[in-house]
């Protein structure tokens, strides 16, 4: 009785009291602060906005355990970055790359594995554009990338004014490429610019910096001629210098100076390789802006060669010859000049170089070869060195036309015709170079030669020439001095003219013989040239009428040489008169005739 009593009433109890413990835990839970539900999915992105092929990272959160994908722009199997699986509620990561497209707004999706749509977030693509490389020398090819712009837009790059345009692809991506001209160096800025319309907007500048350069051969020998280029230097650049370093020293051999770049900062030099030892070396450049440690170097492989100074020279000139490359210590070196040996045992010093001087012998106008080779060296490239045509010695410096010169050269071309001009006159005469070049003649001052300080010039058939100055001096010869007729009267207009002939002349002597009716000699009535002898008689059909006359007479030799005119002599003509001749005529008829009586008279009475 006792147990089964107090279980009825401790049920009996239980069932009074738990309407009001019920009613007092839903208080307790209403007024109790209650923890908030997370969302059932989600999704973030590590950055709001980017370019075409930023690297993104998408984090999702979601509630139950499945298959989840992340979409870019549409729920479709196509457009899927990434898949998980959930074993349950939890935050999960996929990274994706943003797809090439046209610039805008693009969702990006979680979806359930059939594609149904958990979450959505923005994404904003931005237009972006790549140079590639951003530095490099004149020459430099260089490539701009664009992507994220409008479908077919129009786009261009700038460069100093200069533009290159384009058109973006249908999903916004172009590619542009650009050659650096020539140009100073410096930091430059590239424009692009894209077209929304009709008006052209700016878009970003992208840098690049110029950088300097040089080209030049990899190989070449001692005394050899080599083009050497440089761009990339400060425009206007001065004293740019050309420099042969051996590899592992820092001795720098200056091969050529003071170099000029023009206002585009390019420059080009002929230069001369350096007798230094053979080896490899390195070819840089510098100058007062430009660094050399900021102008790649070009590697040069130097063999054994000769340089030659001077490249041209007269006969007789010093010769220098510098070796190189040759062996350290190398011995029996021969020096051969157009085959024919000036020297034959020169040794080389511990760096393979030697030097030998000699004076450049008797040789034609033109080309020579100078070449070199020892007991190890074979013989290295010839050398060419010019022969050049010299006037050696002419005397006497100054004459007249007709007067003798004579006259040595050297360095003139081998059996050839040779010209004598005096001011642009030529002398006359057969004149011959030797077969050395030599040349050995004596020429008379060319007739017409202006009197005065004048070039003379000496030619040859081949080519050669050369010149000096030489004075033209005037030549006045002797005045002849008339003989007969002089104050005479004459019956006759036949006259014969007599005068002094002159004599010691080294060139033939002519005269000139003028007759006026007036003392002036600027006048005269009768002229004869060209006369050979010292006198003239008139023919009958140049006989004088009857009057007063006077004459005067010069000589002129070959080369117009003149006298003065000699003094005028008078002379009149007085011819008999007609009747004079008729009463003379038979006076000696009637004499005739009593000589003839008398003789036959004579003869009847014998």
């Known amino acids: 009785m006792g147990k089964t009593y107090?279980?009825?009433?401790?049920?009996?109890?239980?069932?009074?009291?738990?309407?009001?413990?019920?009613?007092?835990?839903?208080?307790?839970?209403?007024?109790?602060?209650?923890?908030?539900?997370?969302d059932p999915a989600a999704i973030s992105l590590s950055q709001a906005s980017g370019y075409c092929g930023d690297s993104i990272e998408a984090r999702a959160t979601v509630d139950l355990a499945g298959?989840?994908?992340?979409?870019?722009?549409?729920?479709?199997?196509?457009?899927?970055?990434?898949?998980?699986?959930?074993?349950?509620?939890?935050?999960?990561?996929?990274?994706?790359?943003?797809?090439?497209?046209?610039?805008?707004?693009?969702?990006?999706?979680?979806?359930?594995?059939?594609y149904s749509e958990l979450a959505r977030i923005d994404f904003v693509v931005i237009s972006f554009v790549k140079i590639d490389p951003e530095e490099g020398p004149?020459?430099?090819?260089?490539?701009?990338?664009?992507?994220?712009?409008?479908?077919?837009?129009?786009?261009?790059?700038?460069?100093?004014?200069?533009?290159?345009?384009?058109?973006?692809?249908?999903?916004?991506?172009?590619?542009?490429?650009?050659?650096?001209?020539?140009?100073?160096?410096?930091g430059y800025t590239f424009g692009v610019q894209f077209k929304e319309g009709t008006v052209w907007y700016d878009l970003v500048g992208k840098y690049f910096e110029v950088t300097p350069k040089i080209t030049a051969p990899g190989s070449g020998t001692v005394g050899q001629t080599i083009q050497v280029q440089g761009t990339g230097f400060a425009g206007e650049e001065k004293n740019i210098k050309v420099i042969f370093r051996r590899q592992g020293t820092t001795v720098d051999v200056v091969a050529k100076d003071n170099i000029p770049a023009d206002s585009k900062g390019s420059w080009q030099a002929t230069v001369v390789v350096p007798a230094v030892q053979g080896g490899s070396y390195a070819v840089d450049a510098s100058g007062p802006v430009t660094r050399a440690g900021d102008v790649p170097d070009v590697s040069f492989t130097l063999g054994a060669g000769i340089l030659v100074e001077p490249g041209s020279a007269y006969v007789g000139d010093t010769i220098t010859v510098e070796g190189g490359g040759f062996t350290t210590g190398e011995t029996g070196i021969r020096v051969t000049f157009d085959g024919q040996a000036e020297a034959t045992s020169i040794t080389a010093d511990r760096d393979g170089t030697w030097e030998y001087s000699f004076d450049l012998p008797a040789s034609a106008y033109g080309s020579h070869t100078i070449s070199a080779?020892?007991?190890?060296?074979?013989?290295?490239?010839?050398?060419?060195?010019?022969?050049?045509?010299?006037?050696?010695?002419?005397?006497?410096?100054?004459?007249?036309?007709?007067?003798?010169?004579?006259?040595?050269?050297?360095?003139?071309?081998?059996?050839?015709?040779?010209?004598?001009?005096?001011?642009?006159?030529?002398?006359?005469?057969?004149?011959?170079?030797?077969?050395?070049?030599?040349?050995?003649?004596?020429?008379?001052?060319?007739?017409?030669?202006?009197?005065?300080?004048?070039?003379?010039?000496?030619?040859?058939?081949?080519?050669?020439t050369d010149s000096a100055d030489f004075t033209v001096t005037e030549k006045i010869l002797a005045t002849p001095q008339p003989i007969s007729p002089k104050g005479s009267r004459l019956r006759s207009g036949q006259i014969t003219f007599r005068w002094g002939a002159i004599t010691g002349s080294s060139n033939n002597v002519t005269y000139i013989l003028q007759i006026s009716d007036s003392p002036d000699v600027a006048t005269y009535v009768w002229s004869k040239s060209g006369l050979q002898t010292s006198s003239y008689t008139l023919p009958e059909e140049e006989a004088l009428l009857k009057g007063s006359y006077y004459w005067w007479v010069k000589a002129v030799d070959d080369y117009g040489n003149e006298s003065p005119w000699s003094d005028s002599s008078s002379f009149s003509v007085s011819p008999i008169p007609t009747w004079v001749w008729v009463v003379i005529g038979v006076v000696i008829l009637l004499v005739l005739m009593v000589v003839a009586y008398r003789e036959t008279k004579f003869k009847v009475t014998e």
């Open 67 to 114: 298959t989840y994908r992340i979409c870019w722009n549409s729920r479709t199997p196509a457009n899927v970055k990434g898949t998980f699986t959930a074993t349950g509620a939890g935050n999960h990561t996929v990274e994706f790359a943003v797809p090439e497209t046209v610039k805008g707004t693009y969702g990006v999706f979680l979806t359930r594995e059939d």
């Open 138 to 186: 004149v020459g430099t090819k260089v490539s701009f990338t664009g992507n994220g712009f409008a479908a077919s837009q129009d786009i261009q790059v700038s460069f100093l004014g200069t533009a290159t345009a384009g058109k973006a692809n249908t999903v916004g991506s172009w590619t542009l490429n650009y050659t650096i001209p020539a140009t100073p160096a410096s």
């Open 6 to 38: 107090l279980l009825r009433e401790l049920r009996a109890s239980i069932k009074r009291v738990w309407p009001g413990i019920a009613a007092g835990f839903l208080l307790l839970i209403l007024i109790l602060p209650q923890p908030a539900l997370a």
């Open 373 to 464: 080779s020892g007991d190890i060296t074979a013989s290295v490239a010839p050398v060419t060195i010019s022969t050049r045509a010299k006037i050696e010695v002419f005397s006497p410096h100054e004459g007249a036309p007709g007067d003798s010169v004579s006259l040595t050269g050297s360095g003139f071309s081998s059996n050839q015709g040779l010209t004598v001009t005096v001011g642009g006159v030529a002398a006359s005469g057969n004149m011959r170079t030797l077969s050395n070049g030599n040349v050995v003649i004596n020429f008379q001052v060319p007739k017409g030669s202006i009197k005065g300080r004048q070039t003379l010039v000496v030619t040859d058939g081949g080519g050669a």
